[in-house]
């Protein structure tokens, strides 16, 4: 966000605005041709206009911190210098909901950190100095609105390690907290690279190293909960924080900024190279966690721990109160849920000397309803038409292997002639991703189509398509004669299920791709009971 010896001054501000594509909207540099500018952080404002920190450095009076305001046009609302005759900065910016604007950064003469308020139009109201002669500067503020408190990241000197500084709005300091051990020789971090996210747990840090001999720079990443400790680490250690009021040190540097637009190219390229991680140095915390599986009504969902680090046992509840396999040890398990909602999956994980629990809310969705539809006939041409086409993207496959399928919500499909009954079958899949199907049936006689009411959702075939393994579900009315035989579509028989007579009963078989060998394909099912004939298409997807 800054510019060097290009636009009004030796070193300016320089900010961007683009659009969602990365097209540029426009450029603009500000400062002034006396003093050199930087801007070291840009956020949004409550008012929709835009806030800049950083510092500005003139022969006079050092470098003192710097705080702007734009509107989403580019232009100037305000800036505002503040310093002594020694060097501050401004590292980062926040505004709160009574237009009051925060500011923290460091003193680097007094080797100390500073935190200061302004109204809304960048007036100082104060400035506090945390620690002299042991910090280095305070970044990445983050407000929490129902405590009312900052949180502040900071980096002491000496070893440099990383901390965070609660404080309340009138700075009072609530307490602070250093991470991270004094381990080989060279600064834990020099400040470069520190950042602080809050999480729906706590906050997330992370920033940079040289002591751990992996390069010489690495990443540090930490994650606290909300009180900033994590009870299952080391290294993690309060201190004593004192507050100098550093208001009436601070003299009014302000001066005029000009603006100019720019027309900077744009360039393209990127490169990428692989992490060494490396976690052997520090205690591990120990943290429970796995993926989540939203999925629908009769699917097995597939859990998968992601527990860090090295757990060793598992114990999940899957939060399905009137289901007998509602809880495992696996450590990567399925469960089947019979009814849709939300559950609550918990999964209580455990390394060799740690345990951790975490609870995470699963969707189960249900499956389209497939009302009966509607069958009009002329000659040997069929019309479908359903009762509800909201209800999922549709897929028609009418029995016949020669030309079997139809993406449309209300196909129509001709017949060979000939006598026969084919199964049809549909199958809709909802905007969740789960597929419900339905079968019924079209009598084909001599003098063609018989629309009497043949309904074949006595023959179920689930799933299908399928992974080496289906089922073919029906019941018997009567007793009768049953002859079940799968074919490729070159007509050659690659198995036999059943051939007999058979009582009046409900039937179950199972057509295993992998035993006759057959490969990934479209295969045709034949059923026979007594004099009718039916057909359907099952696909192999492996």
């Known amino acids: 966000m800054n510019s060097h010896k290009l636009w009004p001054g030796n070193g300016d501000v320089f900010l961007i605005k683009t659009d969602a594509g990365g097209g540029l909207v426009w450029a603009k540099a500000y400062g002034s041709s006396s003093y050199e500018e930087a801007a070291l952080q840009i956020k949004n404002s409550k008012d929709g206009n835009f806030l ?14 710097m705080i702007m305001k734009v509107d989403e046009n580019g232009k100037l609302l305000f800036n505002k210098v503040y310093g002594t005759s020694s060097d501050e900065s ?42 002299q002669n042991q910090h280095i500067f305070t970044s990445n503020i983050l407000y929490d609105p129902a405590k009312k408190v900052f949180n502040t990241v900071f980096i002491k000197s000496g070893p440099g390690h990383m901390g965070i500084m609660r404080s309340d709005t009138s700075g009072k300091v609530i307490f602070t907290k250093i991470y991270g051990p004094i381990i080989g020789s ?36 930490a994650k606290v909960d ?48 692989s992490a060494n991680v490396k976690d052997s140095f520090l205690c591990t915390p120990f943290v429970a966690s796995f993926n989540l599986p939203n999925t629908c009504v009769g699917q097995k969902a597939q859990f998968y721990d992601s527990s860090y680090y090295n757990p060793v046992s598992w114990s999940w509840n899957f939060g399905d109160a009137g289901s007998s396999s509602n809880t495992s040890n696996l450590r990567n398990p399925t469960h089947t849920y019979s009814n849709s909602g939300s559950y609550k999956v918990t999964l209580t994980s455990s390394s060799s000397s ?45 029995g016949d292997p020669d030309s079997d399928s139809s993406p449309n919500k209300e196909p129509t499909f001709t017949y060979p002639p000939g006598k026969g009954k084919y199964l049809v079958k549909l199958f809709v899949t909802s905007k969740y991703g789960c597929v419900s199907e339905k079968t019924d049936s079209v009598l084909i006689t001599n003098s063609g189509i018989n629309l009497q009411k043949t309904n074949a959702d006595w023959i179920q075939i689930f799933p299908n398509p399928f992974s080496g393994i289906t089922n073919i579900n029906y019941t018997l ?57 039916y057909t359907a298409r099952i696909e192999n997807m492996r």
């Open 52 to 65: 800049l920190s950083g510092y500005s450095l003139g022969s006079s009076n050092g470098q003192d911190e």
């Open 90 to 131: 401004a590292v980062s910016v926040i505004d709160l909901p009574d237009s009051s604007i925060y500011t923290s950064g460091g003193t680097s003469s007094y080797i100390a950190s500073i935190f200061s308020k302004y109204d809304k139009n960048g007036n100082l109201k104060w400035c506090k100095m945390y620690d």
């Open 186 to 221: 060279g600064y834990y971090t020099d400040g470069t690279g520190s950042y602080m996210a809050q999480i729906s747990s706590g906050f997330a840090l992370n920033y940079t190293t040289s002591v751990f001999g992996a390069g010489s720079t690495d990443f540090f990443f």
């Open 226 to 273: 909300t009180s900033a400790s994590n009870s299952n680490s080391c290294y993690i250690s309060p201190e004593t924080t004192s507050v100098l009021d550093f208001t009436s040190s601070i003299g009014n540097h302000t001066y005029s900024f000009t603006t100019s637009s720019a027309n900077p190219q744009s360039g393209s390229g990127m490169s990428s190279a």
């Open 354 to 398: 740690e345990t951790d629990n975490v609870s995470r809310t699963l969707t189960i969705y249900p499956l389209p309803v497939i009302a009966p539809w509607a069958q009009n006939a002329t000659k040997n041409t069929v019309s479908f038409v359903p009762q509800d086409t909201s209800i999922g993207k549709f897929k028609w496959y009418f």
């Open 477 to 533: 009315e009567s007793p009768g004669k049953v002859n079940i035989t799968i074919y490729d579509l070159t007509g050659k028989q690659v198995a036999e299920l059943k051939n007999g007579m058979y009582a009046a009963a409900s039937y179950s078989e199972v057509f295993d791709a992998t035993k006759c060998h057959c490969p990934q394909g479209v295969y045709i099912l034949k059923m026979t009971v007594n004099d009718e004939v």
